[in-house]
């Protein structure tokens, strides 16, 4: 929205104290959270929420506890069941191990696949695609009706053999049970859910932006992930902002608590504004904050104090914590006016 007159409602007085009263605002129904996990309908895991998801998404964690990306169809796909279904299976990735039992021979230094023809018809995958996953790990491989056994060949270094150990054929056997075999790498268990507009959609555990995109039937602009650091990498800072106003508004309704959206938003932009998402705590904000005194007052005091000493660093006492701490007013609202009387 553009505001082109100066509206009373919209203002903020000069020096306001924005900072500590949106961590009061957030901070205070905080507290009233519970620590319970909520089910999303259809994935059969539990996603955090409530407290633990609000620590998650401050602390700009790397990844989400449970992850789940939502994927949109294009229009010609999502008002069918049978063809959302259809994708949600292709998306879904299927490992060696979903569909065939591995053992390792350690005597003979050999692996065994036994592909399981049962599991193969459910997940859509054939032997064909079995074996040639199979053969990229090695080409000394025999088939014999639905098995195959796999002998390793040794590798040569600077002229001399290295024999094939126990510990190799362990290691293969655990690369072979790990690989795809179908699907996109990093979405797994997709399920196909029913939006309020009667859209159908699907929704899985994981994150893989790219990977679903590349799907024909997948709109990729309406393709989401709770992973923010995944919606950064691939969408940039700004939707990674969005993504973080969109997270934590989506928590705190989640538990009836309403906090009005510019809170939300300033604590965003204090994450973002660096071009990086960055933590609230003494690995981010709090531990840049210019003052000496304002870095010691929040964790790690001793460190604080003495890498100050150490470097004769100067207090310049700019921030709120410093003037506490030494009694002087607050450099906020009116403790940063100054009146001139005219001497008439």
Not at 18 to 37: C, L, N
Not at 198 to 206: D, K
Not at 264 to 285: E, F, P, V
Not at 313 to 340: D, R
Request: no cysteine; charged share 30%.
């Amino acid at each position: 929205m553009m505001v082109t007159k100066k509206d009373p409602k919209i203002l903020i007085p000069t020096y306001e104290a924005v900072g500590v009263i949106a961590a009061q605002s957030i901070g205070e129904p905080g507290t009233q959270m519970t620590m319970r996990t909520f089910h999303y309908a259809g994935v059969a895991e539990h996603v955090p929420t409530g407290l633990p998801r609000l620590i998650e998404i401050v602390d700009a964690k790397k990844e989400p506890k449970k992850p789940i990306i939502d994927i949109y169809l294009k229009k010609s796909y999502s008002r069918s069941q049978a063809e959302v279904e259809k994708v949600a299976k292709e998306l879904g990735s299927v490992f060696v191990s979903d569909v065939a039992i591995i053992a390792d021979d350690l005597e003979n230094r050999s692996l065994k696949i036994e592909f399981n023809e049962k599991d193969g018809r459910a997940l859509g995958v054939t032997f064909s695609m079995l074996k040639k996953v199979v053969e990229e790990f090695s080409d000394n491989t025999r088939v014999s009706g639905n098995k195959i056994t796999i002998k390793p060949k040794a590798s040569r270094k600077k002229d001399k053999e290295n024999p094939i150990t126990a510990k190799h054929v362990r290691r293969m056997a655990n690369k072979i049970k790990d690989s795809i075999v179908k699907g996109v790498k990093g979405i797994h268990r997709a399920v196909v859910v029913r939006s309020e507009s009667g859209e159908y959609f699907i929704r899985a555990s994981g994150f893989n932006i790219l990977g679903a995109s590349e799907h024909p039937a997948v709109d990729p602009s309406r393709v989401y992930t709770n992973n923010i650091k995944e919606i950064e990498r691939v969408y940039g800072i700004e939707a990674a902002r969005n993504a973080i106003i969109k997270e934590i508004n989506d928590v705190m309704e989640m538990q009836r608590l309403y906090v009005d959206i510019r809170h939300i938003t300033l604590i965003a932009d204090a994450m973002t504004y660096s071009g990086d998402i960055k933590s609230i705590g003494r690995h981010g904000l709090s531990g840049e904050k210019v003052g000496v005194l304002g870095r010691a007052a929040f964790e790690e005091t001793v460190k604080h104090l003495i890498a100050a000493g150490s470097t004769a660093e100067e207090e310049l006492l700019v921030g709120v914590t410093e003037n506490i701490i030494v009694g002087q007013t607050v450099p906020v609202g009116t403790g940063k006016i100054k009146l001139v009387m005219k001497n008439k």
